[in-house]
């Protein structure tokens, strides 16, 4: 079952850094938090994983609180090829099979 | 990137037939392929875990002999819709891990029954 909640929808202005919040108040110390994203009608793609240090690739950083309770994705520069829905998961590190995909949050990103 | 290809993109077939969804990982070997499913509007929905050379495991709710699942090889994985109906119409998502832990996602396959 998801673990994780989300907004159900955020909008953002092309160009500007786009955070996405994330609450995983019962997350445990053996779970990563995950991010993909979702274009419409097509496979979900991998964005940024973290453990409790902050992480940052070519596509987003990726703010993880100290407490580790939540998190906050962020796209520098959202361009329109931007909106998707995305999912935030948290997958246990010893049972690292299985992803369960909460309702994700859709970004739309407008000119 | 590791890359997950499907076959059929999409596919409609009619009520009572059944429909078999091929899933590839292209370069790399996938030891575990997961099988997800979405409706309209909805998130994705876990259906099953596929190991090389294992029976599937499925998940709480999935009907193993409506959706039969065949791990082959490390890098085949496929899920064969039997007496298909048309609330199985859905999108059908195949994902492959590989050993950084990783799933990578094909790009799904939209499945019709009429």
């Known amino acids: 079952d998801a673990k994780t909640t989300q907004p159900t929808s955020m909008d953002c202005a092309e160009g500007r850094a786009a955070n996405l919040p994330c609450n995983h108040s019962t997350i445990s110390g053996n779970e990563y938090v995950y991010w993909y994203r979702q274009i419409h009608s097509q496979g979900p793609q991998y964005i940024i994983h973290?453990?409790?240090n902050n992480e940052t690739n070519e596509m987003a950083s990726l703010i993880i609180t100290e407490d580790r309770k939540s998190s906050t994705l962020i796209l520098p520069h959202a361009t329109l090829r931007d909106t998707a829905v995305y999912y935030c998961?948290?997958?246990?590190?010893?049972?690292?099979?299985?992803?369960?995909f909460g309702s994700g949050t859709k970004l739309n990103v407008k000119p | 990137g590791a890359v997950v290809s499907q076959h059929p993109s999409w596919v409609i077939c009619k009520s009572g037939t059944s429909v078999k969804i091929e899933c590839r990982s292209l370069?790399?070997?996938?030891?575990?392929m997961f099988w997800y499913r979405q409706f309209p509007k909805q998130s994705l929905m876990l259906m099953a875990t596929s190991n090389e050379g294992s029976k599937a495991t499925y998940e709480q709710g999935v009907e193993k002999d409506k959706f039969l699942i065949n791990h082959a090889s490390l890098t085949l994985s496929t899920l064969t819709v039997t007496s298909a109906h048309p609330e199985d119409s859905s999108f059908y998502i195949c994902s492959g891990r590989v050993a950084g832990d990783e799933q990578y996602f094909g790009p799904g396959t939209r499945l019709t029954v009429t």
């Open positions: 998961i948290v997958r246990d590190l010893y049972n690292f099979n299985k992803f369960y």
């Open positions: 370069d790399f070997q996938a030891t575990t």
């Open positions: 973290g453990l409790k």
